[in-house]
């Protein structure tokens, strides 16, 4: 089965700091996601990643950024925090290509104050 | 762009049927399909490809339409175990496709004893 593993399962943090979330898989997948969950939004995709070091704008990427060092290793940067990107965040990885399904970790509840 | 889900949320009794669409007005490459249980990660249900075919998966399966841009999600005699966000995820792109997805804002299912 594949793994999908996020750092954190809640997370809290104050207005301002520099928050990392850490996003690991084991199914050598080249395509790595970082989505937010707000209710009654859906899912809104911030950043993707189709290789290492490779990565592209999602729909809302503003305030973040992503890091690609090691391809099973996804992680994403607030790079200062604001009450706003208080929400759940999925990560998600899958085969290359168009078609393949996405696997899903379990979020990280991410409070800022 | 986002994909229109409907409908937002829908109540059953064990054994009824329900239909869930998802909407897109760009051409569609591939629609997939999710379920969320409450505090749980999305799972993967399945993938419609264009060309129209229809699938199933146990006692769930869905159908694409290509040319009306549309896929139907279909629940035949609900089980207790169906409860959750349903979320549909498209793909517009032919070939091109770095595997991202557009997800609609999803159907909340609950089935009741």
């Known amino acids: 089965d594949v793994k999908v593993t996020q750092s954190s399962r809640y997370l809290v943090k104050r207005t301002g700091e520099k928050v990392f979330l850490e996003c690991v898989q084991d199914?050598?997948?080249?395509?790595m996601f970082w989505y937010r969950q707000d209710p009654g939004l859906g899912l809104r995709l911030i950043y993707f990643?189709?290789?290492?070091?490779?990565?592209e704008k999602g729909d809302i990427p503003e305030g973040y950024s992503v890091s690609r060092e090691k391809k099973e290793r996804f992680s994403l940067i607030l790079e200062s925090a604001s009450t706003n990107q208080t929400s759940m965040y999925l990560c998600?990885?899958?085969?290359?290509?168009?078609?393949?399904?996405?696997?899903f970790g379990d979020g990280t509840r991410l409070s800022i104050l | 762009q986002q994909p229109v889900q409907s409908p937002q949320a829908v109540i059953l009794r064990e054994g009824e049927d329900a239909v869930i669409n998802c909407s897109s007005s760009?051409?569609?490459?591939?629609v997939h399909w999710y379920r969320q249980k409450h505090g749980e990660a999305p799972v993967f249900l399945m993938i419609l490809l264009k060309g129209g075919e229809q699938k199933g998966h146990d006692k769930i399966s869905a159908s694409f339409n290509e040319k009306k841009q549309q896929s139907s999600l279909y629940l035949t005699a609900s089980q207790l175990s169906y409860s959750g966000t349903y979320f549909c995820?498209?793909?517009?792109?032919?070939?091109?496709?770095?595997?991202?997805?557009?997800f609609g804002k999803g159907t909340k299912l609950s089935v009741k004893p």
């Open positions: 998600a990885s899958s085969q290359g290509g168009s078609g393949q399904p996405q696997h």
């Open positions: 760009k051409a569609l490459y591939s």
């Open positions: 995820g498209t793909d517009p792109y032919y070939g091109g496709s770095q595997g991202n997805l557009i």
């Open positions: 990643s189709y290789d290492v070091k490779m990565k």
């Open positions: 199914m050598d997948h080249e395509n």
